[in-house]
T-cell receptor
């Protein structure tokens, strides 16, 4: 069965520092990978996605992620954290066009002034 | 911009009562989903719905749960005889046709069973 592992339930960075949120997946077939963000008391908003093609994908708010097949990873990065980035981040995967997303447990990002 | 809307935003119900959570997916989407998120935990898949029938469901989605698309626009989740452990945020999502398309989520309904 497909699964997603997010290392670190809580990551804390200083404002202006690099953000790195880790995501690994298990799959025997090519995955479609997503990062969603959840601000307090809100729904899930898509940050970025990988389907096919370029392995480095850029999303909203300056975030990007790189699909590394050899490492089965899809880590999320942002060069410089902003206070407004504080939120819960979820990595998700699906393995065909229409199967439901499987989510990781989420990583709470705190940004310290 | 089109969005998925859910009502109510918060529902409090007594244990044993039935609740219906409502969702209006994006109009040209074909795949519909319900997920739940127990406080502080991961987002869990409940059920997917396509072509007016359930296409997949998780082990969480037992006989207590049912889904309907009664009128071509609304998509509802019914929970019969609610239990305390049903307290969670319930998210509706919809997705257009096509490989790798993302799911669009509603703002969620917070269900509190007392």
């Amino acid at each position: 069965a497909q699964s997603v592992t997010q290392l670190g339930s809580h990551v804390s960075v200083s404002e202006g520092a690099l953000v790195l949120l880790r995501c690994n997946y298990s799959s025997s077939v090519p995955p479609y990978l997503f990062w969603y963000v959840q601000y307090p008391n809100q729904g899930l908003q898509l940050l970025l996605k990988y389907t096919t093609g370029a392995t480095l994908v850029k999303g909203i708010n300056g975030f990007e992620a790189e699909f590394k097949k050899s490492e089965t990873s899809f880590h999320l990065t942002k060069p410089s954290a902003h206070m407004s980035d504080a939120a819960e981040y979820f990595c998700a995967v699906t393995f065909s066009g229409n199967t439901p997303l499987v989510f990781g447990k989420g990583t709470r990002l705190s940004v310290i002034a | 911009e089109p969005e998925v809307t859910q009502t109510p935003s918060h529902q409090v119900t007594q244990m044993g009562q039935e609740v219906i959570l409502r969702c209006v997916p994006i109009s040209n989407h074909l795949y519909f989903y319900w997920y739940r998120q127990i406080l502080g935990q991961k987002v869990e898949f409940l059920v997917s719905f396509y072509n007016n029938e359930i296409s997949e469901k998780s082990e969480i989605f037992d006989d207590q749960f049912s889904v309907e698309r009664p009128d071509g626009s609304n998509f509802t989740l019914k929970i019969r005889s609610t239990k305390l452990e049903d307290s969670a945020m319930y998210f509706c999502a919809s997705r257009p046709q096509g490989r790798g398309t993302e799911a669009f989520f509603g703002q969620g309904t917070r269900l509190t069973v007392v």
